[in-house]
């Protein structure tokens, strides 16, 4: 079974940064595919940024230059560093690890973007 618990949300001013980190348990993060999703209120949850196991990543078009996803396998850790911050970035972000094809998700953590 593989556990994903979500820290770095919080309140942030537009402009700012945050970074989300997600650690799991389990042996399997080097060969996992790992992203981040995000639902704001009303809205599909949505792909924001993914890493394959070869370090290779992807962003939703809307976050493109603003966010930044990495891994530590080591660590059994996937960051989302986010800078720029706007208003539409309001959301419960969720860490995403995908193996041998089963989803598991994380708890999601808050962010919100106010002045």
């Known amino acids: 079974q593989v556990q994903l618990v979500e820290s770095g949300g919080g309140l942030v001013q537009p402009g700012g940064s945050l970074r989300l980190s997600c650690v799991g348990s389990?042996?399997?993060?080097?060969?996992?595919?790992m992203g981040w999703y995000r639902q704001a209120p009303g809205k599909e949850r949505e792909l924001v940024a993914g890493?394959?196991?070869?370090?290779?990543?992807n962003y939703a078009d809307s976050v493109k230059g603003r966010f930044t996803i990495s891994r530590d396998n080591a660590k059994n850790t996937v960051y989302l560093q986010m800078n720029s911050l706007k208003f539409e970035d309001t959301a419960v972000y969720y860490c995403?690890?995908?193996?041998?094809?089963?989803?598991?998700w994380g708890q999601g953590t808050q962010v919100t973007v106010s002045s």
């Open positions: 995403n690890v995908k193996v041998l094809g089963i989803h598991y």
């Open positions: 890493i394959t196991s070869g370090g290779s990543t």
């Open positions: 389990g042996k399997i993060f080097s060969i996992a595919t």
